[in-house]
């Protein structure tokens, strides 16, 4: 006789995230009735068609008839079956997804909210929200850091940090269209404005903060994704500023020791709280000087839980919802702040908030306050707020 948590049926499809481009979606259906559905952007990979066929003739058949609460085992079925056909390089997001809807099925068959089925029935602490206000561009324009992101530390309230980050990127865009740039939207929702520099976006968004009348420093914070893998040529052992050098019409490539001291000036001049991918992930030796200079003052935040103080992660990066839940507990082990993020490709799906609430994430990363990708997680968070409203949440 099946248990009510049985799975009854899994099936895979393609679909469309942010950019268009192919996803892939799992949908689980347990004996009691109860579903989940769960969707993971493939890029332009496209494997899509692939993917859902794998989903549908492989995966599927793996996990069928299994208890849904029994994530941890469900999700090593998947990740050996995913093995022993060669499907694990890079990650295989067929069986994130399924494993992704499993959960949420398991959820709503115990008739529980995903978040509470993941992290006890204990009010969660609700998590400071990162916003990302000017992404890098692609081409000749925009910057050559991947993006900067406010942090509205001074708020009383998740929701209230919300309406701060939606207040100042208004704000911003008013205060860039009258400069004369470019108010389009770039990868995670971030204005693309063609600047010269960082420190002159930094400054714009400094302007931001004033007239929309919040203290830098005191009510907001900034956070820096360098991306740096990407600046860095290892040829020439150098990050290669290509944009700054083009708009200054002077070759700007930093050497290790420039770039720490390029990051000490912003952190002096600007009020930096988090930097991430500060520099080549390959340079323990730097990312080691850079963080015994400014751990005091900085978060520095890393995905490899080496020379850092701040782990991000990311569901496409665990691989499944197990693989996320240990590398929180590994990060909380090391006494590293969590940071739930997105990925830079996206659909709607919102399981994050969920995750980022379940494991008490000290902030949440998901793109600006725009675009629906980005939305649907902070505004996920908005509904678990006002479930918890009235108990501890910051």
Request: charged share 25%.
């Amino acid at each position: 006789m099946l248990n009510q948590l049985d799975i009854i049926e899994a099936t895979g499809r393609t679909v469309r995230d942010s950019w268009g481009y192919p996803g892939i979606e799992a949908e689980v259906v347990l004996e009691n009735g109860a579903h989940g559905r769960a969707t993971v952007s493939l890029g332009n990979t496209g494997r899509a068609e692939e993917l859902a066929g794998i989903v549908n003739d492989l995966l599927s058949e793996i996990i069928l008839f299994e208890d849904a609460s029994d994530q941890g085992g469900i999700d090593r079925r998947l990740q050996q079956a995913s093995k022993e056909n060669g499907m694990e390089k890079n990650g295989n997001p067929g069986v994130l997804a399924l494993s992704m809807a499993v959960a949420r099925a398991a959820g709503a068959g115990l008739r529980l909210p995903l978040y509470r089925y993941l992290g006890g029935t204990s009010a969660p602490v609700m998590p400071v929200p990162m916003m990302t206000m000017i992404s890098g561009g692609t081409g000749d324009k925009g910057l050559d850091f991947h993006e900067i992101m406010i942090v509205p530390q001074g708020a009383s309230s998740y929701s209230e940090g919300l309406r701060m980050g939606v207040e100042i990127y208004q704000t911003l865009k008013r205060l860039l269209s009258m400069s004369g740039y470019s108010t389009s939207t770039g990868e995670g929702g971030g204005f693309v404005p063609d600047m010269k520099n960082s420190e002159e976006a930094l400054h714009y968004l400094m302007d931001s903060f004033k007239l929309t009348g919040y203290k830098p420093g005191t009510d907001v914070l900034v956070a820096i994704n360098g991306n740096a893998d990407r600046l860095y040529v290892k040829e020439d052992g150098t990050y290669n500023f290509l944009k700054e050098s083009k708009k200054g019409g002077i070759s700007v490539n930093r050497e290790q020791k420039d770039m720490i001291a390029y990051y000490m000036r912003l952190a002096d001049g600007f009020p930096i709280c988090a930097l991430m991918n500060g520099l080549w992930k390959e340079d323990l030796e730097g990312r080691k000087q850079m963080l015994e200079l400014l751990e005091h003052r900085t978060l520095m935040v890393s995905d490899d839980f080496t020379e850092s103080n701040a782990t991000i992660i990311r569901m496409e990066q665990a691989g499944t919802v197990t693989g996320a839940l240990e590398l929180v507990e590994k990060a909380r082990k090391a006494g590293h702040k969590v940071i739930i993020a997105n990925d830079v490709r996206d659909t709607e799906e919102s399981f994050l908030a969920d995750m980022a609430a379940a494991v008490r994430a000290d902030y949440v990363k998901g793109g600006a306050p725009c675009r629906g990708e980005c939305t649907a997680k902070y505004n996920e968070l908005l509904r678990i707020e006002e479930f918890y409203r009235g108990k501890r949440i910051c």
